[in-house]
């Protein structure tokens, strides 16, 4: 599988080591702004790739590479910026893979797997026969894996040793999250449900007024919407209720943050963006479908969608629309944000053709203008023309 056309961005400039191209090099430095304080739109398909074949599960992703399990039994990474294959091995998933800490986890055949991340090769594997319905998490080298029958287990990511095993009595509504050293849990029963990553003791567990949705885990905070209408915001050193807000509708998918803000949807098809410090709306915007997830933030452009293309950007600032991404074809998976300190916004989307199979789409945003060398200027002064003498 090779990509038909592939463009990709390249705005470093050559360093120079003369003292003028320096501080040139320094006032450029300080007259560019961040990446991350850019808008994804306008953007344009960098690439595309057919993979040929339809997934079978929702990608992983890590900073370098995204991981598909495609027909046929086969799992397949490639290199999130240019696109090429990196790796093709046998493995058939039964739950979705998750990449963290240089290994690719996933469930298959009773057992959990480990692959490196390098080569697609075995790193180990570990029995597990339990069945799940939310995909496992991996962070700071943990694994945790909610199993359908409400325990929770957690394994060493390094080498699969299992270091605890705890019975909730509910089943996970949606999957874990992990920040600092506690696991949350958003519970089927309507708790979220704290507990120590390296024990799995019982920290706190709050119960809410709905089922609880995904959840983002910060290290003071808390935040997850519900199916009783509530956007919830609760402390994390308690589980304490530090503010929630009342919508329209269910609350779904796991909201985006920045330092003022939390965004998030609910299923009224309204977007949100509240303070979150004090949960006080600062934006509300309405959408024309009904999405399917939480919203993304790609840089200062806030990313929403459906089932369908195209999707939809907001400015995170003020909720003005932008420019609407185009993608080939209905969702097959969930987009995925890439970008950080050296690298412009952009946007992983794979969209679904029942006949030819799943493509993936790169979508980013360049610098406008783009940098480009420094030449010589056209028809440079060489002498120094001589004064006329003064006229008596």
Same mark, same amino acid.
Request: glycine letters at 8%.
């Given at each position: 599988m090779r990509?038909?056309?592939?463009?990709?961005?390249?705005?470093?400039?050559?360093?120079?080591?003369?003292?003028?191209?320096?501080?040139? %090099?320094?006032?450029?430095?300080?007259?560019?702004?961040?990446?991350?304080?850019?808008?994804?739109?306008?953007?344009?398909?960098?690439?595309?790739?057919?993979?040929?074949?339809?997934? *079978?599960?929702?990608?992983?992703?890590?900073?370098?590479?995204?991981?598909?399990?495609? /027909?046929?039994?086969?799992?397949?990474?490639?290199?999130?910026?240019?696109?090429? $294959?990196?790796?093709?091995?046998?493995?058939?998933?039964? &739950?979705?893979?998750?990449?963290?800490?240089?290994?690719?986890?996933?469930?298959? =055949? /009773?057992?959990?797997?480990?692959?490196?991340?390098?080569?697609? &090769?075995?790193?180990w594997t570990?029995?597990?026969?339990?069945?799940?319905?939310?995909?496992?998490?991996?962070?700071? @080298?943990?694994?945790?894996?909610?199993?359908?029958? @409400?325990?929770?287990?957690?394994?060493? %990511?390094?080498? @699969? *040793?299992?270091?605890? $095993?705890?019975?909730?009595?509910?089943?996970?509504?949606?999957?874990?999250?992990?920040?600092?050293?506690?696991?949350?849990?958003?519970?089927?029963?309507?708790?979220?449900?704290?507990? $120590?990553?390296?024990?799995?003791?019982?920290?706190?567990?709050?119960?809410?007024?709905?089922?609880?949705?995904?959840?983002?885990?910060?290290?003071?905070?808390?935040?997850? @919407?519900?199916? /009783?209408?509530?956007?919830?915001?609760?402390?994390? %050193?308690?589980?304490?209720?530090?503010?929630?807000?009342?919508?329209?509708?269910?609350? *779904?998918?796991?909201?985006?943050?920045?330092?003022?803000?939390?965004?998030?949807? &609910?299923? =009224?098809?309204?977007?949100? %963006?509240?303070?979150?410090?004090?949960?006080?709306?600062?934006?509300?915007?309405?959408?024309?479908?009904?999405?399917?997830?939480?919203?993304?933030?790609?840089?200062?452009?806030?990313?929403?969608?459906?089932?369908?293309?195209?999707?939809?950007?907001?400015?995170?600032?003020?909720?003005?629309?932008?420019? =609407?991404?185009a993608a080939?074809?209905?969702?097959?998976?969930?987009?995925?944000?890439?970008?950080?300190?050296? $690298?412009?916004?952009?946007?992983?989307?794979?969209?679904? =053709?029942?006949?030819?199979?799943?493509?993936?789409?790169?979508?980013?945003?360049?610098? /406008?203008?783009?940098? &480009?060398?420094?030449?010589?200027?056209?028809?440079?002064?060489?002498?120094?023309?001589?004064?006329?003498?003064?006229?008596?």
């Amino acid at each position: 599988m090779r990509l038909k056309d592939k463009r990709y961005y390249n705005g470093v400039a050559e360093r120079r080591t003369t003292r003028c191209c320096s501080a040139l %090099a320094l006032i450029i430095a300080f007259a560019t702004p961040a990446f991350a304080d850019l808008t994804l739109t306008p953007a344009r398909a960098m690439w595309t790739l057919a993979l040929n074949s339809h997934i *079978t599960q929702p990608p992983a992703y890590d900073e370098a590479n995204g991981y598909f399990a495609i /027909d046929g039994d086969r799992l397949v990474a490639y290199d999130l910026i240019r696109g090429e $294959q990196q790796w093709l091995v046998t493995a058939k998933p039964s &739950s979705a893979p998750v990449a963290a800490d240089g290994f690719v986890f996933f469930l298959q =055949d /009773d057992h959990i797997t480990a692959l490196h991340t390098t080569d697609g &090769s075995e790193a180990w594997t570990t029995p597990f026969a339990d069945t799940v319905s939310v995909a496992p998490i991996a962070l700071s @080298g943990w694994l945790i894996v909610a199993s359908s029958d @409400g325990k929770l287990s957690a394994f060493r %990511a390094v080498d @699969g *040793t299992q270091i605890w $095993q705890r019975d909730l009595r509910t089943a996970a509504h949606a999957s874990p999250a992990i920040s600092g050293d506690r696991v949350y849990v958003p519970g089927e029963n309507g708790h979220v449900i704290a507990l $120590q990553i390296e024990t799995g003791a019982p920290v706190w567990d709050r119960r809410l007024g709905g089922t609880p949705n995904d959840i983002l885990a910060l290290d003071d905070r808390i935040f997850v @919407g519900a199916t /009783d209408h509530y956007m919830y915001c609760l402390k994390s %050193a308690d589980g304490s209720i530090d503010w929630l807000w009342r919508v329209g509708s269910e609350v *779904t998918g796991r909201p985006a943050v920045d330092e003022r803000r939390v965004y998030f949807v &609910s299923l =009224d098809n309204v977007l949100r %963006a509240a303070d979150r410090s004090h949960g006080v709306q600062q934006w509300i915007q309405m959408l024309k479908f009904r999405p399917i997830a939480g919203p993304l933030k790609a840089g200062a452009t806030i990313v929403v969608y459906g089932l369908q293309s195209p999707l939809r950007t907001f400015d995170l600032k003020d909720g003005k629309a932008g420019p =609407d991404l185009a993608a080939p074809g209905d969702l097959a998976a969930p987009p995925h944000v890439l970008g950080g300190a050296n $690298q412009p916004p952009a946007l992983l989307v794979v969209t679904r =053709d029942i006949a030819k199979g799943d493509t993936v789409t790169y979508f980013a945003r360049t610098l /406008d203008p783009e940098v &480009s060398r420094f030449v010589p200027l056209a028809n440079p002064v060489t002498t120094v023309p001589a004064l006329a003498p003064p006229q008596g």
